[in-house]
């Protein structure tokens, strides 16, 4: 799944927010010791919006050494979306990413 | 000039032909004729049917293309305060999942905001995508 965020800039147009590409993913898999991201660009599906205006996503990690759904982590990327006075940012920028509990298969 | 046209019907020379004697020429053309006729009529009645087959077909095609053109709803994509929604216009070409996303207000229909869409499948459909309104979200001049 890949996700877009729109905005409401100054002008009252709704504009995009970039999500981080190249950076993103390298970053991603640096912090995350994955050697590829299950969807791609590493956009997961958006979870919710935090209070503070961030963005939380969720993304599962793709390893192509160890292939099977049992194995993947799950990560949320929190993305910061908008700047000063509540402004669109060109392209979002990567607050933080952390490891998600993996739920095990019985629940 | 040649004066053959002047000269009266008899006299020409078609007319002075005649089938053999022991040929009947009259019931064999009259056949030969209804022939044609039935020929045609079955020639006339395919063309019809194809043609009728044709219509009906275009007819429906238009009808679908007609009804895949019309800009539909994104499921559950109205804002927590009810004032904008999320519309898809169909485009692109025929077979491809496509369309403008269009960010309208509920009450006035004003369009506040587009995006390209594209995705897997043969047309855009409502639940096409998911959207996750900011709790904040509006749509100024809605």
Not at chain 1, 32 to 52: C, E, I, N, T
Request: aromatic letters at 10%; charged letters at 25%; hydrophobic letters at 40%.
């Amino acid at each position: 799944m890949t996700a877009a965020v729109y905005a409401l800039n100054a002008k009252h147009q709704w504009v995009e927010v970039k999500l981080p590409t190249d950076a993103y993913v390298e970053t991603i898999k640096r912090l995350s010791h994955v050697s590829d991201l299950r969807s791609g660009k590493g956009y997961g599906s958006p979870k919710k919006w935090l209070a503070d205006g961030r963005l939380l996503l969720e993304f599962c990690s793709r390893d192509i050494f160890y292939e099977g759904e049992e194995l993947e982590k799950a990560f949320a990327i929190c993305l910061q979306v908008t700047g000063k006075s509540d402004a669109p940012l060109r392209v979002a920028r990567i607050v933080s990413i952390r490891l998600e509990p993996r739920q095990s298969p019985s629940n | 000039m040649s004066t053959d046209a002047l000269k009266p019907l008899k006299s020409r020379k078609f007319h002075k032909r005649r089938p053999p004697s022991s040929f009947p020429a009259q019931p064999l053309l009259d056949l030969h004729c209804s022939m044609k006729v039935h020929r045609l009529f079955q020639i006339f009645a395919m063309m019809r049917l194809i043609g009728g087959s044709a219509f009906l077909f275009m007819v429906t095609f238009r009808a679908i293309a007609a009804a895949d053109d019309r800009p539909f709803a994104i499921e559950n994509s109205r804002s927590p305060d009810g004032q904008i929604e999320i519309w898809m216009q169909p485009a692109g070409d025929e077979g491809m999942a496509a369309g403008i996303a269009q960010i309208r207000g509920v009450k006035s229909s004003a369009v506040s905001g587009t995006f390209a869409w594209s995705g897997f499948g043969v047309r855009a459909m409502p639940d096409a995508f998911k959207v996750l309104w900011r709790s904040d979200s509006r749509s100024i001049g809605s």
